[in-house]
């Protein structure tokens, strides 16, 4: 069993920016691939971007491509989402989530095995 821990959301003016962490029990985590998703009100949870097991190859939703970067430290566990150029439309809650087999990367939410509760992101305009 897998339990990940989001932390690092808050509030921000627009145009500001949030480093978003999400921490990983488990001794294989440097095998998973990670992903970012999110959540607004009335909508359904979206991808935001997804790493390689190894950190190598990343790839993003075309909402925020250039402006959101996601990246690993396979020695801490961690996987970070660190956000710039925050917009409104940014407003959401953040999840990370993990798949054991992290050969490549993945977009899908059914592709993913183990989820964290999530951490809330307001963007003011």
């Known amino acids: 069993q897998v339990q990940l821990v989001e932390s690092g959301g808050g509030l921000v003016q627009a145009g500001g920016s949030l480093r978003l962490s999400c921490a990983a029990s488990g001794r294989t985590f440097s095998s998973y691939a990670m992903g970012w998703f999110r959540q607004a009100p009335g909508k359904e949870r979206e991808f935001v971007a997804t790493?390689?097991?190894?950190?190598?190859?990343?790839y993003y939703a075309d909402s925020v491509k250039g402006r959101f970067t996601i990246s690993r430290d396979n020695a801490k566990n961690t996987v970070y989402l660190q956000m710039n150029s925050l917009k409104p439309e940014d407003t959401a809650v953040y999840s990370c989530?993990?798949?054991?087999?992290?050969?490549?990367?993945?977009?899908?939410?059914?592709?993913?095995?183990?989820w964290g509760q999530g951490t809330q992101v307001t963007v003011s305009s």
């Open positions: 989530a993990a798949r054991p087999d992290g050969v490549s990367w993945y977009i899908r939410r059914d592709e993913y095995d183990y």
């Open positions: 790493i390689r097991w190894s950190g190598s190859s990343t």
